[in-house]
């Protein structure tokens, strides 16, 4: 009989022990996992926290950017001025690495890849959310 309640006294500790353990396994794997990082912002927020300096609300072309730099492209005709195919590619390709500059004056246009990555500590995923979200913002645009 004494043999008996160790016996059950040892299989309550050990399904103890499991549950137990098992908890903690939980709260050490959510412990080590990164931070949520919030969803990405979408395109409409990033456009006008980080383009509508330059390319105006309306992505006309008309922001309060100063002298020297020269007047950004009406980006409502993107689709217009590639015979009715908005140039998402293209538009990405801009977002993320800027365009070629001058051989003098000041860059024109940001390289959004770089800055994310850098200056925000995004990855790379992170980094191509965030420019689809302002490609397909920039498509949905489009003059009609």
Same mark, same amino acid.
């Given at each position: !009989?004494?043999?008996? #309640?160790?016996?059950?006294?040892?299989?309550? &500790?050990? +399904?103890?022990?499991?549950?137990?353990?098992?908890?903690?396994?939980?709260? $050490?794997?959510?412990?080590?996992?990164?931070?949520?990082?919030? @969803? &990405?912002? &979408?395109? #409409? @927020?990033?456009?006008?926290?980080?383009?509508? +300096?330059?390319?105006?609300?309306? =992505?006309?072309? +008309?922001?309060?950017?100063?002298?020297?730099?020269?007047?950004?492209?009406? =980006?409502?005709?993107?689709?217009?001025?590639?015979?009715?195919?908005?140039?998402?590619?293209?538009?990405?390709?801009?977002?993320?690495?800027?365009?070629?500059?001058?051989?003098?004056?000041?860059?024109? !246009?940001?390289?959004?890849? !770089? $800055?994310?990555? @850098?200056?925000?500590? =995004? $990855?790379?995923?992170?980094?191509?959310?965030?420019?689809?979200?302002?490609?397909?913002?920039?498509? &949905?645009?489009?003059?009609?």
């Amino acid at each position: !009989m004494l043999t008996r #309640a160790i016996c059950n006294a040892f299989a309550v &500790s050990l +399904v103890l022990g499991l549950f137990i353990g098992l908890h903690a396994a939980q709260q $050490d794997q959510t412990g080590k996992a990164p931070a949520a990082r919030a @969803e &990405s912002p &979408s395109g #409409a @927020e990033l456009y006008i926290k980080h383009c509508a +300096v330059c390319h105006g609300n309306d =992505l006309k072309g +008309v922001g309060p950017a100063p002298a020297p730099y020269r007047v950004p492209p009406d =980006l409502t005709k993107l689709a217009q001025r590639h015979n009715g195919k908005f140039p998402g590619a293209y538009v990405a390709d801009v977002l993320r690495n800027g365009v070629t500059l001058p051989a003098h004056g000041p860059a024109q !246009m940001p390289t959004w890849g !770089m $800055d994310f990555r @850098e200056m925000h500590g =995004l $990855d790379k995923k992170q980094v191509d959310l965030r420019i689809a979200n302002l490609t397909n913002y920039i498509k &949905s645009r489009q003059a009609k």
